[in-house]
């Protein structure tokens, strides 16, 4: 096996150096969040830069942290492109847990507390109940990784679950068999049917603004939105109208509009979402969990002990 040279610029994998560098048993020369003494083999990132990519020379494999290659450029033709999930089961305990918490009241309940007032269905006239997640109907718009994981949570506590994807023919585990899987083209009705909507689709140019004011209009007036894909499939202004109408019960937004790292663009949405008391805010962490990370890590190493013993690569991304 060649020894590589590999260039880390994602700062959160620092902290699963043990695993990238086999406890130091690797014999690949591991470069974190600095300037490598030599070109590398291979850039372990999060995001890049044309300007980053074509000052590697030597550059073999662009090895991203996590699934969306989104903010790597065009890559020259030698140069190979691989992705690394694991986040599936992360982002559906996201899910359901921001869903209780929408659901369960969780928010205003936690608020009247800490302001001194007791407040709940019991005490106080008109007071809203909480609801189950048994018996929820789920509409998951997306059906890879991250939409089957929250199928099987939600299936598993008994919720019915039914989605929407391109294409509604393509495999599924056997575990799935019952749900009721549809393409784009029932969106509406899917949308209409359901007190949970899970959006898990991937951004590109068929899914931005996919959710807009006609389709959140479609969605029971108490069913809440949850949105772990990206922030642009959910078109920002016609969400912060809808909360503000009261069109939908409430919302889990863990991805932006914008990202809040860039200097120039904080902060991470153009529109005030944090004067809601329906709305779980969270800085899209929904997949950051230790077993996520550390899966991921052991995917880059192994993949860069590949690359160096000339075997094939896992999760190869074309484009």
């Not at 994998?13 to 690797?26: K, P, Q, Y």
Request: with cysteine; net charge negative.
């Amino acid at each position: 096996m060649n020894a590589l040279e590999v260039l880390v610029t994602e700062p959160v994998l620092e902290r699963f150096a043990g695993v990238l560098t086999r406890d130091g048993a690797s014999p690949h020369r591991w470069t974190f969040g600095k300037e490598p003494e030599r070109s590398p083999d291979v850039l372990v990132c999060s995001a890049a830069t044309g300007a980053q990519i074509a000052a590697l020379p030597d550059l073999k494999l662009v090895q991203v942290t996590g699934a969306g290659v989104d903010k790597v450029p065009a890559l020259p033709a030698d140069v190979l492109l691989a992705n690394t999930s694991h986040h599936g089961r992360s982002i559906a305990e996201h899910v359901l847990t921001v869903t209780s918490v929408l659901r369960r009241g969780i928010l205003t309940a936690d608020r009247s507390v800490r302001e001194g007032q007791w407040r709940n269905a019991v005490v106080t006239d008109g007071f809203p109940f909480g609801r189950l997640w048994a018996g929820a109907r789920v509409g998951v718009v997306g059906f890879g990784e991250i939409g089957r994981e929250v199928a099987r949570l939600a299936l598993a506590v008994g919720m019915h679950v039914r989605a929407v994807r391109r294409d509604p023919h393509a495999p599924r585990p056997d575990d799935l068999r019952a749900v009721r899987v549809e393409g784009n083209d029932a969106l509406h009705d899917l949308l209409a049917g359901s007190d949970v909507v899970v959006v898990t689709v991937p951004l590109d140019e068929t899914t931005r603004s996919l959710l807009g004011a006609a389709e959140l209009a479609a969605m029971p007036a108490d069913a809440v939105l949850v949105n772990v894909a990206r922030g642009p499939v959910v078109d920002e202004r016609a969400l912060h109208d809808a909360l503000r109408e009261g069109t939908i019960g409430g919302a889990a937004i863990d991805v932006w509009w914008r990202n809040p790292r860039d200097p120039d663009a904080p902060p991470p949405a153009h529109l005030d979402f944090t004067g809601f008391g329906n709305v779980v805010l969270t800085p899209h962490q929904s997949g950051h969990t230790e077993e996520t990370f550390r899966a991921r890590a052991q995917d880059v190493t192994d993949n860069v002990d590949a690359l160096a013993a000339g075997r094939p690569l896992r999760n190869l991304v074309v484009r």
